[in-house]
């Protein structure tokens, strides 16, 4: 069963480094303080310790890095500076994936799968002594957006609930809703529509979120101890 830990609530200080940070909890039966999203850490590197501070404080335990071999590979995570333990658990392999975002968001869908169990397992991991758990992308809105949307429906979050977590990512990031022509894929903001077609995508291919995830691999027992979170 997963806790809240000593300590925990509501972090309203994003760490100095790291882009688009916040709590994942609050929404369904999902407590705060166990599951943080975030852009990746590897700006941590090189700096003073603000930012490594606020991290410590909230007592991480596990980072899940959700980006492809060569993001990691470029930019790997200061995770040795969090005392944290670093599980990769990419969403794609390899940096290709649809520069289309009404396209990518049904294909991330079924390919984020087992990272939202990997997180879960985590999340469940001693009784809940993995916890917390920060998962992440790049930027944090796309990758990491599916898979804590998966997780927060899974623990009794409304549909508006999980889309305002969603699209906050824009206001974190500081995206505009007119990119410049051209414009890189961590420029582009996320919308409403993006998740509710991944969204639909696993539930017309699994029927629910519970099935999709035991079709990744998640063990019905596990599914039945996330539950169990107290509000």
Same mark, same amino acid.
């Given at each position: 069963?997963? +806790?809240?830990?000593?300590?925990?609530? &509501? @972090? *309203? #200080?994003?760490? +100095?480094?790291?882009?688009?940070?916040?709590?994942?909890?609050? #929404?369904?039966?999902?407590? /705060?303080?166990? %599951?943080? *999203?975030?852009? !990746?850490?590897?700006?941590?590197?090189?700096?003073?310790?603000?930012? +490594?501070?606020?991290? $410590?404080?909230?007592?991480?335990?596990?980072?899940?890095? %959700?980006?492809?071999?060569?993001?990691?590979?470029?930019?790997?995570?200061?995770?040795?500076?969090?005392?944290? /333990?670093?599980?990769? !658990? &990419?969403?794609?392999?390899? =940096?290709?994936?649809?520069?289309?975002?009404?396209?990518?968001?049904?294909?991330?869908?079924?390919?984020?799968?087992?990272?939202?169990?990997?997180?879960?397992?985590?999340? %469940?991991?001693?009784?809940?002594?993995?916890?917390?758990?920060?998962?992440?992308?790049?930027?944090?809105?796309?990758?990491?957006?599916?898979?804590?949307?998966?997780?927060?429906?899974?623990?009794?979050?409304?549909?508006?609930?999980?889309?305002?977590?969603?699209? $906050?990512?824009?206001?974190?990031?500081?995206?505009?809703?007119?990119?410049? !022509?051209?414009?890189?894929?961590?420029?582009?903001?996320?919308?409403?529509?993006?998740? =509710?077609?991944?969204?639909?995508?696993? =539930?017309?291919?699994?029927?629910?979120?519970?099935?999709?995830?035991?079709?990744?691999?998640?063990?019905?027992? @596990?599914?039945? !101890?996330?539950?169990?979170?107290?509000?």
């Amino acid at each position: 069963m997963i +806790t809240d830990q000593p300590g925990a609530g &509501p @972090e *309203r #200080v994003a760490p +100095t480094g790291v882009r688009n940070f916040r709590d994942a909890g609050g #929404v369904g039966s999902l407590p /705060r303080g166990v %599951l943080y *999203r975030s852009a !990746a850490l590897h700006r941590l590197h090189g700096l003073a310790a603000e930012g +490594t501070d606020t991290l $410590r404080r909230l007592g991480l335990r596990t980072v899940v890095d %959700l980006r492809s071999d060569p993001e990691v590979a470029e930019r790997p995570d200061a995770v040795d500076l969090v005392d944290a /333990r670093y599980l990769h !658990a &990419p969403v794609f392999s390899e =940096r290709r994936w649809p520069a289309d975002q009404l396209e990518l968001y049904p294909l991330m869908a079924e390919r984020a799968g087992a990272a939202a169990v990997a997180v879960l397992r985590r999340l %469940l991991a001693g009784g809940g002594e993995a916890a917390p758990v920060l998962v992440h992308c790049a930027s944090g809105k796309d990758r990491t957006g599916v898979v804590v949307a998966v997780l927060q429906t899974l623990l009794g979050a409304s549909e508006a609930e999980v889309l305002q977590d969603f699209l $906050r990512s824009n206001d974190e990031l500081g995206l505009t809703n007119q990119p410049p !022509a051209g414009a890189a894929h961590n420029a582009l903001p996320v919308r409403e529509v993006h998740l =509710r077609r991944a969204l639909l995508s696993i =539930r017309s291919h699994h029927g629910s979120v519970a099935e999709y995830l035991l079709a990744h691999g998640a063990q019905a027992s @596990e599914l039945a !101890a996330a539950r169990w979170i107290p509000a």
